[in-house]
């Protein structure tokens, strides 16, 4: 019997109270925000945070993002300083995640953190969760709403077709605007690099203040099989297709579906123009497409190493990372 597919709402007031009802029962539901769709649950609910782990098939020592409605609720929640308030107040909401000491008093379910005195923590701007936020009264775990280790979502579609028979409700805006994952900073140290770059955060008016950024592609920042992630998105193999992924390829081999970008043309392009954002948007799309077509490999032409693009080369990597 082939897994029972997820229901699929359109985003309205009714979806939201629905999906806001499934939540207070302490279940989990896919919700669109501007970076992918995540699979949200009460953050302070242990079993229903053990169901995001459960649908998704993920190691429990990966840490989740909370997602609340503003500063002053991740104030409640995690302890700031001048460097952190600072990101906060410039870039929330937006797909910036930051990694903080948890407060003792946070009421945060322990998994979310696997274990860590730390939390990673986010203001979305999207309309969805927010309202989903809202109906709810409750801080959200969200990771992306995927099997674990597999392409990220950015359709309801997506979501639909990696977690059939794992999740009740899909909750459908449309495709995601960013396409990939947030940004996450820990400190001084971008973790993971996203849709806010380097120069965004740690701009010259940053580094008049102190703040500075380590190298995203530090490799001290990776960890290793014997080290936890300190923040999502951390594992060496990640948004990974089922077929091998071939990458900075300049023309099709034999057997390949490729993805192509700027002069480089493919089955499916990331952007004709060489547009860096709007490669970041298709990015994950076009990893399924390639995905579901029937060609038993992928290669992806090269991507510039700048600004958004050393996002986007951190997610194809660890969807080539050969898995052990």
């Known amino acids: 019997m082939s897994p029972t597919n997820p229901r699929i709402l359109l985003y309205g007031t009714a979806a939201i109270a629905e999906a806001a009802e499934v939540i207070r029962a302490g279940g989990c539901v896919a919700m669109p925000t501007e970076t992918v769709y995540g699979l949200a649950a009460d953050a302070t609910d242990s079993r229903a945070v053990a169901g995001i782990y459960e649908a ?17 609720a991740a104030e409640r929640i995690a302890l700031f ?3 952190a308030r600072d990101l906060a107040t410039r870039f929330w909401p937006g797909p910036l995640t930051l990694v903080l000491p948890v407060r003792a008093d946070a009421g945060i379910a322990a998994l979310v953190t696997a274990g860590l005195d730390t939390i990673a923590i986010r203001v979305p701007d999207h ?20 099997a ?35 940004t996450i900073v820990m400190g001084r140290t971008i973790l993971r690099p996203g849709p806010l ?6 701009s010259d008016k ?15 920042l990776r960890p290793s099989p014997e080290h936890k992630p300190v923040a999502p998105g951390q594992l060496a193999s990640h948004y990974a297709p089922g077929k091998l992924l071939r990458l900075d390829a300049a023309e099709r081999h034999e057997g390949e579906w490729l993805i192509g970008f700027g002069d ?5 392009t990331l952007s004709a ?52």
């Open 56 to 72: 998704k098939g993920r190691p429990s020592f990966n840490p989740l993002i909370v997602h609340v409605p503003d500063l002053a």
């Open 81 to 83: 300083d001048a460097v």
């Open 127 to 146: 309309r969805a969760m927010q309202a989903l936020l809202a109906a709810t009264g409750k801080p959200l775990a969200a990771p992306s709403a995927n």
């Open 148 to 182: 674990s280790g597999s392409i990220s979502p950015t359709r309801a579609a997506h979501v639909a077709a990696s977690l059939a028979g794992r999740i009740p409700l899909v909750i459908d805006d449309g495709p995601t605007s960013a396409g990939i994952e947030s």
């Open 197 to 202: 770059s380097q120069a965004d955060l740690f």
């Open 206 to 220: 940053g580094r008049s203040r102190g703040l500075q950024s380590e190298v995203p592609g530090d490799p001290a």
């Open 264 to 268: 480089v043309a493919g089955d499916d």
């Open 273 to 324: 123009s060489g547009d860096l954002v709007e490669a970041a948007a298709n990015l994950f799309d076009a990893l399924h497409r390639a995905d579901a077509s029937s060609a038993p490999e992928i290669a992806v032409a090269p991507i510039p190493e700048t600004g958004i693009g050393v996002a986007i080369n951190d997610r194809l990597r660890r969807a080539a990372h050969p898995r052990s």
